[in-house]
């Protein structure tokens, strides 16, 4: 056994090792000021030059162009997917809510109070409990929808969107657990947002991306001036104080990737990570993996004891050999190991060994 801990987490999630060092060296003198990053104004120049540079890296790495504002904002995923509806939606407008799984129903669920929704059940399971998503050529759609609402990732359920669903009205993606994970192209999107806990950095921030076209399209009277997506573009997310501490995490997290060879780097890095782990699981009887293979996550990886009399017993093994945050989602039980963008290779070799070795042990 080594010192080393891996952490598989869904989120709050691990961060990279050097980012957390690169935090640590610069805690409590940033920049020579002799005070903290989280002890500065937000308007201050040091600050203002911080907040820049993390949009225009992030804009690098994500390929955002000039139609797209990039944001910063409070509240989480689920604030954001509150706050859609509110400027998007009333009594006589539809919107169309693709679910896969649970962050999905919920988004639905929210925006059901402002409006009508279109909610297309996409989750199916076959005969043997295999999930899989259903064929969009199944799905009951809108004529018009104001937007379509989905979730490229379920986090939950470990579930994953291979293709684009085609739409009327304006795509909208709740990106939480697979931002920059995966190339995108950015005109298939009219906004993206995602809770930066994943795959950005600590909890308390979330990043919106959305297109001027769509912002003018919305209805601002009636909501929080700070929800006001186009008064928060003009005024850089700085509407009021922002996450100040999380911001600057997410543009050491921004540079990093930059020095890993950006979105493809770590794409390439998800599939290898991803691969090992399926492989494993699909070899193996002892434990099983209950998602088509098609449809499987690349960063969240459900998995089953086939006896589950064993959970308890391999989640303390896995703490004692380093390995943590591998319990389930309490609604699906089991376990899950999410192998976002700061989980090295290393990291899921670590896990498959301990899971050989238990088995061998328990089997
Ligand atoms: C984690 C998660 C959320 C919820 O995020 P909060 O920041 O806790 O609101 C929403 N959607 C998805 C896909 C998630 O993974």
């Known amino acids: 056994m080594t010192n080393q801990t891996y952490n598989f987490c869904a989120g709050p999630a691990a961060l990279p090792v050097p980012v957390m060092q690169k935090a640590q060296q610069e805690l409590l003198n940033w ?30 790495l994500m390929g955002i162009g000039e139609e797209h504002a990039v944001l910063f904002m409070h509240g989480g995923a689920s604030l954001q997917f509150s706050s859609i509806p509110m400027s998007l939606l009333s009594e006589n407008k539809t919107a169309e809510y693709i679910e896969n799984g649970i962050w999905s129903s919920k988004a639905a669920q929210e925006a ?6 279109n909610s297309i059940p996409a989750l199916q399971m076959d005969d043997s409990g295999i999930r899989s998503l259903s064929s969009p050529s199944t799905w009951t759609r809108s004529e018009s929808p104001v937007y379509t609402h989905y979730t490229p990732n379920e986090t939950i359920e470990g579930i994953r969107f291979p293709f684009l669903p085609e739409t009327n009205g304006s795509l909208i993606a709740d990106l939480s657990s697979c931002i920059l994970s ?32 769509l912002m003018d399209k919305m209805d601002f009277s009636r909501v929080p001036k700070v929800f006001n997506y186009k008064a928060q573009a003009e005024q850089g997310s700085m509407i009021n104080t922002p996450p100040t501490y999380a911001w600057y995490l997410a543009s050491l997290v921004f540079e990093w990737l930059l020095e890993q060879g ?26 099983h993996n209950p998602i088509a293979p098609e449809y499987r996550s690349l960063m ?60 061998q042990q328990n089997g």
Do not use: C, W
């Open 182 to 213: 995966e190339k995108l192209n950015m005109s298939d999107f009219d906004m993206i947002y995602a809770g930066a806990q994943k795959n950005i950095g600590p909890a308390g921030m979330t990043i919106v991306i959305v297109k001027h076209e």
């Open 300 to 359: 969240n990886v459900p998995f089953i004891l086939k006896d589950e009399s064993l959970n308890d017993k391999f989640l303390k093994e896995a703490r004692s050999a380093g390995l943590v945050g591998l319990k389930g989602h309490r609604s699906v039980g089991g376990m899950r190991a999410s192998i976002y963008n700061s989980m090295p290779i290393e990291g899921v070799e670590a896990l498959i060994a301990f899971m050989k070795e238990f088995k």
């Open 262 to 287: 950006g979105v493809e780097g770590m794409e390439k890095l998800a599939h290898q990570r991803a691969n090992l782990l399926y492989s494993y699981l699909d070899s193996d009887d002892f434990y």
């Open 31 to 60: 920049r020579g000021l002799g005070v903290s990053v989280m002890e500065v104004s937000h308007r201050s120049s040091e600050y203002q030059e911080l907040a820049n540079k993390a949009e225009s890296d992030l804009r690098k």
């Open 112 to 117: 059901a109070r402002y409006g009508k929704i």
